[in-house]
């Protein structure tokens, strides 16, 4: 498998993890 491509899909998973995990901070429990 191309590394770059990995590497891309592992940035855009955490980037879109901790995006939606920052969604969920701001919304507050």
């Known amino acids: 498998m191309n ?3 990995t ?3 592992e940035r855009s ?3 879109g993890w ?3 995990s920052a969604e969920e901070d701001e919304g507050g429990l």
């Open 3 to 5: 590394t770059a491509v």
């Open 7 to 9: 590497d891309l899909i």
């Open 13 to 15: 998973a955490i980037a």
């Open 18 to 20: 901790l995006g939606f």
